[in-house]
């Protein structure tokens, strides 16, 4: 099991000038991603040593967990701010709540009016958030409000480990091949007359991405590819690309690389969207039960791979956050 750290006042590894005698305790929870950090109070406007300890632990384990927080959307927006330009909800979304255009609300009461049918999350599959993007958000929030007494846990992957664990053949392979990334991936869970396939068909967002990414912070390798919105590999026949697919998709997807969070009100994921792919529960569709979390999104720059190309757009504009 790996040790708790405690990030202090003088610790040159955070690389900057902290000004609070406060430590933020930072406990790793799974073997390759995700720690809770305590400590910290997300109501209220974050120091400057805050920030840059909050990020430190986001970069080196990929998704952060808080618990216990007592926040509404503008503190929400408030605590998105001090990482990024905030994006609003969604390319998609026209229903955000009044006052704020930047949350997404993951509703289940939503979902169920928009699909006919009780569901969880808009696609039960592994993703990245809004890879047919050109920039995909670089980190996302998620924040629970009403949650089930019993299931509902989301799951998050380490896409570097991932990558990091694949025989050396296949990482040279990775590491020349590109991807298609559109809403849906190759099999998209919604009926083609339903109002999302509609504003996928009208409003298309298409990127040809690297399917190993270089992050633009640490430098590390991630595989970039996931059953959520990856649809093919560029260059490869259609059953090649499958089978290449599918030999990615298990790497990412094995449970060695990911961890499980257990939802309660006031508990706050944020996750580095550059690293990792994530789950929706998928062990809720029988109970009536009823699960609301808010989302806020940070703008992303644009993947580029290990040779320097970057990701090319197909259909679609960037997508900015506020100015």
Known sequence: MTAATTVAPGDT??????????????????GHIGAEIHGVDLSRELTDYEVTAIREALHRHKVVFFRGQDIGHA??????????????SHPYDDEAPEGFPQILAVDSRKYERRFGRKKYSYDNKWHTDVTALINPPAGT????????????????TNLVAAYEALPEPLRRLADGLRAEHRFGGRHPQWAEDSSYARKTRENPLVTEHPVVRVHPVTGERALFVTPGFTSRIVGVSPAQSDRLLDLFFAQITDPAFTV?????????????????????????????????????????????GPDGRE?????????????
Do not use: C
């Not at 590894?13 to 799974?30: F, H, N, S, Y």
């Not at 503190?75 to 609003?88: A, K, L």
């Open 75 to 88: 503190e929400q927006v408030t605590f998105s701010r001090r990482f990024g330009e905030v994006t609003p």
């Open 260 to 304: 499980r969070f257990r939802w309660a009100p006031g508990s706050v994921a944020f996750w580095d969207n550059r690293a990792t792919a994530h789950l929706a529960p998928t062990d809720l569709d029988h109970l009536d039960v009823t699960r609301v979390l808010y989302r806020t999104t940070l703008e992303g720059d644009v993947p580029v």
């Open 13 to 30: 590894a955070t690389g900057a000038t902290l000004d609070t005698a406060e430590a933020l305790d930072v406990r790793p929870v799974a």
């Open 311 to 323: 990701s090319i757009s197909l259909a679609g504009a960037f997508f900015r956050g506020e100015k």
């Open 141 to 156: 929030i998620l924040r629970a409000h009403l949650v089930p007494e019993q299931g509902g846990d989301t799951q998050w």
